[in-house]
């Protein structure tokens, strides 16, 4: 059994409300680290054996498809080990 | 003259969409998600709410609904159809309308009576406007912000795309206020307020909403 992760995230030029407010809620519980944050999804597709490049090439095409929007959101396709 | 109106499992407005249609002088013709069928209407509404609860993305699941299909091949054909708020959402991810919409820019999810500006009255869907009139909807959506590439929105605004804008201060965070905007051809229209909320002065803070929908009869009579 193998894993492979999509991770989805917003284009760097899209605002992201929702990791503007994590930004700010950091700091408010004493943690001082973060100049920004992000927020994104990330989605765990689990498959019988070792993937193959075929395979590999139908998830990216699904993240195209239907777990990123291509307007807004970029996808990075990768496999766990 | 017959307007459908599209359930999807989560749909809210689909009620008062239908009623808006009937109101306007139309028959509302109720439409399934499941649906490999349009029954002959002459155009399409797709009412707000949460479809397939706003899973994955607003509008992500539905666009993949048999019925869309059938709706997105006839829309390029020409018919008209108009998303009203999630259905907005669904014409965005059905590719028949550029852009997208993402979380409110403060988070919250408002439900407050908007004045909007109709700034494109040459569309089915608002002919019934005079061009620049200010009307008062509903706005109710966690997702309303319409946002673009800048060369998308330079498009939509330089060939008339943008079809109503929020009038005041932006409640969302759109960009360039969009409150509506249009395909290339105009028959398909997305509008993130509801005017099938404001068809009755008694439920509704105005009856001004009704004119999306005496629009799309004037349209197809004419």
Redesign the interface.
Known sequence: MAKIVVDVM?KP???D??GN?VASALPRLGFTFATSVRQGKRFEIEIQGEPTAAQLAEVEKAAEV??S?P??ENYVVRVEK | MRVGVITFPGTLDDRDAARAVVVGGAQAVSLWHGDADLKGVDAVVLPGGFSYGDY??CG?ISR?APVMQLVIEAANKGMPVLGICNGFQVL??SHLL???L??????HFLCRDQEIEVVNNQTPWTNSFKQGEKIVIPLKNGEG?F???DQTLAMLESKGRVIARYVGENPN?SRNLIAGISNAQGNVVGLMPHPEHAINELTGPSSQGLGFFTSILHAMVK
Do not use: H
Not at chain 2, 102 to 107: C, E, G
């Open positions: 917003l030029e899209i605002l409300p929702q407010a239907l777990l929007n307007v807004i | 994955l993305r992500a993949f965005c991810e550029p852009g997208a993402t979380r409110n820019s403060d988070l912000s946002q673009c590439d965070g």
